[in-house]
């Protein structure tokens, strides 16, 4: 069974870019969240994505989108890049019934 | 608007001790929690979980409990090991509302060998 697989591993961009980051689920798992984690703080939740719609979304601006396809993986989008947008992002995967979800390795992004 | 707290941002304890974390929340519609580890470099990893309806479960050396007129939870860790040094997140959710995760600050543990 694979777990949860997101790339890049690491990211560099400057203010006023665009970013987007990729996330393979788990098998079996047709739920995908994304978070983001600023330093010294608990993961803050942007939005899930189920059979391929948005199920939800936290606090964040438009200018974070994303997708997920019809195998589950799923895209985030960062348009407008500002300093404020350095940090940890987490995907995590749940399967239909779970309450528990599985998070990835994180990908850290760092705008200058 | 912090729904989770987890107040205490450090804790070391003796290697074969008891580790206790703590975590409270103001959300009274919260019916599910959750205790991930998260190691550097790496994701989550979840630990433990308890629905609103028990006041404590058991996993090997990991028992969360739960006192939902305090709105308090904890995780007790017996014995403490060193590889359980990291940091520790307690989360909530309403399963019924889409599982989305309501996370706190984290607890750094460090257990001494």
């Known amino acids: 069974e694979t777990g949860v697989t997101q790339s890049p591993t690491h990211l560099i961009k400057t203010r006023g870019q665009q970013v987007t980051l990729r996330c393979s689920s788990q098998?079996?798992?047709?739920?995908v969240s994304w978070y983001q984690q600023a330093l010294g703080q608990g993961p803050q939740f942007i939005f899930q994505?189920?059979?391929?719609?948005?199920?939800g979304r936290g606090n964040f601006p438009p200018r974070f989108s994303g997708l997920q396809f019809p195998n589950y993986s799923s895209e985030l989008n960062v348009n407008a890049l500002e300093l404020d947008d350095s940090a940890l992002y987490l995907c995590?995967?749940?399967?239909?019934?779970?309450?528990?979800?599985?998070f990835g390795p994180g990908t850290r992004l760092t705008v200058l | 608007d912090q729904q989770v707290k987890q107040n205490s941002p450090s804790l070391s304890v003796q290697e074969g001790r008891i580790s206790i974390l703590n975590c409270d929340y103001t959300?009274?519609?919260?019916?599910?929690f959750l205790w991930y580890k998260k190691y550097p470099a790496e994701g989550p990893t979840f630990l433990i979980s308890?629905?609103?309806?028990?006041d404590k479960n058991e996993d090997g050396r990991f028992t969360v409990f739960l006192n939902k007129s305090a709105k308090h939870l904890s995780l007790h860790i017996v014995p403490s090991q060193p590889g359980d040094s990291a940091v520790y997140f307690c989360?909530?959710?309403?399963?019924?509302?889409?599982?989305?995760?309501?996370f706190g600050a984290g607890t750094i543990l460090r257990v001494k060998s």
């Open positions: 098998s079996g798992h047709n739920t």
């Open positions: 989360a909530a959710t309403i399963p019924e509302y889409g599982n989305k995760l309501v």
């Open positions: 308890i629905s609103s309806i028990k």
């Open positions: 995590a995967s749940s399967g239909p019934t779970d309450n528990e979800q599985f």
């Open positions: 994505y189920y059979r391929e719609e948005e199920n």
């Open positions: 959300n009274s519609m919260f019916d599910y």
